[in-house]
């Protein structure tokens, strides 16, 4: 009898040992999801502020797909979310869009699927928004030769920074308004640019009859050295730096002097000049001590 027992145990343990393992084999596999932005299977992309950013999710349910929810991390369900009908099958189903890029920063999305098994996988997606930088584009006057005030009588010393126009007396005071400022090699204050209020300047050629002081504008331009290097001016090809650099603070003078080669000096034409309150960046390229003479180049808004 004990035999009998032992016996009827013992296929009952393998049976239900069976029953068990031909259980696990048959577990339903969890959903999935496979996310892609702008054409790459990714969770995460960095993008300009403005840019499009396309997405195509698809979702694997073999437990039949109950629904998805999707929405802004700490937020609530994007429209039309959760889905609970409308699949493309009893198991799939894929969803597509564009995010909004308008405001720059981080904006982090969670999308998750559940299936009627019960089971639920879900993951996140990370946009990084850059900001763009707001910038127009400058005139640029490259290589212009200025003769020193009061020593040529050949080469001008007075520079309109709107046109790049550069004149002798005669016409710099027909066209005061436009002159920002003058060129000089003075005694003390050695390679000098100033603007047309500066006194020194006013002073030089005194014997001329269309002197600085005699001018109708004598346009007080804004004027101070800044720490730009010679390359970082050359690369410059918007007026993003020039706003950076150039403020009403950095600039505030009327007069730069003792300059040298590769010197930047940022400026802000006056509320007199034909062309107001503009910003630019002039750099000394060099001196001809023999002729009086410096050649700069200019950038400046427009």
């Known amino acids: 009898m004990k035999k009998v027992s032992y016996f009827i145990v013992a296929s009952l343990f393998l049976a ?21 932005l702008n054409g790459t299977d990714q969770q995460k992309i960095t993008v300009d502020q403005g840019a499009t950013v396309t997405y195509r999710i698809d979702y694997n349910a073999p437990g039949k797909l109950k629904q998805i929810d999707f929405k802004q991390v700490n937020g609530s369900n994007l429209t039309g979310f959760p889905k609970t009908s409308g699949f493309k099958s009893d198991v799939s189903d894929q969803i597509t869009g564009t995010f909004p890029t308008n405001v720059a920063g981080t904006i982090k999305y969670i999308t998750e699927v559940t299936d009627k098994e019960g089971q ?67 005694a003390t204050n ?3 640019i ?27 331009t ?44 940022g400026f802000i034409t006056a509320s007199t000049s034909v062309s ?11 001196f001809d001590t023999a002729n009086n003479n410096a050649v700069v180049s200019i950038k400046v808004q427009k």
Do not use: R
């Open 194 to 220: 100033a603007a047309p209020s500066n006194s020194d300047v006013q002073n030089l050629a005194s014997s001329s009859a269309d002197k600085v002081s005699t001018w109708t504008t004598k346009n007080d």
């Open 120 to 186: 639920s996988t879900n993951k996140e997606i990370e946009i990084v928004v850059n900001a763009t930088s707001t910038s127009n584009p400058i005139n640029e006057w490259l290589s212009k030769t200025l003769g020193s005030l009061a020593h040529s009588t050949t080469t001008g010393s007075s520079c309109a920074s709107a046109t790049g126009d550069v004149w002798l007396l005669p016409a710099a005071k027909t066209n005061s308004n436009k002159v920002d400022f003058i060129y000089f090699n003075g």
């Open 16 to 36: 239900s040992t069976a029953f068990v393992s031909c259980s696990k084999d048959d577990d339903i596999e969890k959903p999935s999801i496979i996310i892609n």
């Open 190 to 192: 050695k390679q000098s």
């Open 276 to 286: 107001p309150g503009k910003k630019g960046l002039i750099k000394i390229e060099s």
């Open 222 to 265: 804004k004027l101070s050295k800044l720490s730009i290097t010679a390359a970082e001016f050359d690369a410059i090809s918007n007026d993003a730096v020039i706003n950076e650099k150039v403020t009403t603070t950095t600039v505030t003078g009327n007069i730069v002097s003792n300059l040298a080669a590769g010197d930047v000096i």
